[in-house]
């Protein structure tokens, strides 16, 4: 499965939970200034977020980690290609301490991996929007975006939980990053480096 950048990049999302909890209590409080919110810089890495993906979702899908600049080069658009993914270097570095003073409080990323996913196995059709088809990164362009042979810095990374509990096919996952089982597997073995590599759908 295709992933940028590399293990120990920074992020800091915030469950939009906490973002209307925060939101509420200002409201009632009548805080008054601006705020930035966001989980503390630093207190995740987007290896972390796959990695507990991968052991919530049961997929056995090998990370490929590819360069920013390599994604860059091949067009790969931001965020809506591959969700939470933007290199520019202040991104992932909001200061959110006023906000942290107020009273905001950010749960650990992995409850919310975890509520997000159970969520999407109960929603089904709910899930369906016209505008699903903007998100996500097709199997052909991922394929063409990541061959060992065309990016030497590509680093594999196998999931620390083993076996597969299994996922449905076309079923969303976690910020639209989805695994899909194409014929008896939920990998496709391209045979330009005979690597398996599980497809991302929307």
């Known amino acids: 499965m295709l992933a940028p950048g590399g293990a120990d990049w920074p992020i800091q999302p915030i469950d939009v939970r906490d973002v209307a909890a925060f939101a509420l209590d200002a409201a009632e409080r009548r805080l008054p200034g601006s705020f930035n919110l966001a989980a503390p810089i630093g207190s995740s890495t987007f290896g972390a977020l796959l990695d507990v993906c991968r052991e919530v979702t049961g997929t ?109 096919p076309r079923h969303p996952g976690l910020a639209g990053w989805t695994v899909r089982r194409t014929g008896s597997s939920r990998t496709r073995t391209w045979p330009e480096t005979g690597i398996q590599y599980p497809a991302f759908v929307t």
């Not at 360069?67 to 969700?83: A, K």
């Not at 991996?113 to 505008?131: C, K, S």
């Not at 990541?146 to 990374?157: A, E, F, I, N």
């Open 60 to 168: 056995s899908a090998v990370l490929e980690w590819v360069p920013h600049d390599f994604l860059i080069r091949q067009g790969v658009r931001e965020w809506t290609e591959l969700p939470l993914w933007r290199p520019y270097p202040g991104t992932w570095r909001v200061d959110s301490a006023s906000a942290r003073a107020a009273g905001l409080r950010c749960r650990p990323l992995a409850d919310t991996v975890v509520d997000t996913w159970e969520w999407l196995n109960r929603a089904g059709p709910v899930l369906d929007h016209e505008r699903a088809a903007e998100l996500g990164i097709t199997p052909e362009r991922e394929a063409a975006g990541h061959h060992r042979s065309r990016c030497p810095g590509v680093r594999r990374d196998r999931p620390r939980v083993p076996g597969c509990r299994g996922v449905s």
